[in-house]
């Protein structure tokens, strides 16, 4: 059985140009030209970060949003 990784999958995915829309474009980090997942991935494991830890970030920061600690943000929140 062939093993292949999920960053050869999107990669591969990823190169195909019919597929180019503003979606793709939105997800590529213009700096490397990669896909945001796979530099997620490759900093995850520069960094040697976990999954939990980088879930136990995202949680604190949307947290420490929802209380105002970013004052300069000019969110503002809608009913819907």
């Given at each position: 059985m062939v093993t292949i990784s999920w960053s050869e999958i999107v990669m591969k995915v990823f190169s195909l140009k019919q597929m180019e829309d503003t979606l793709w474009t939105g997800l590529?980090?213009?700096y490397v030209k990669l896909p945001m997942?796979?530099?997620a991935e490759?900093?995850?494991e520069k960094y040697n970060l976990t999954r939990e830890e980088c879930d136990k970030y995202a949680?604190?920061?949307?947290?420490?949003?929802?209380?105002?600690?970013?004052?300069s943000c000019k969110f503002k929140f809608i009913r819907v």
């Open positions: 590529t980090d213009s997942a796979i530099t490759n900093l995850a949680v604190l920061t949307q947290q420490r949003w929802g209380k105002g600690k970013f004052s």
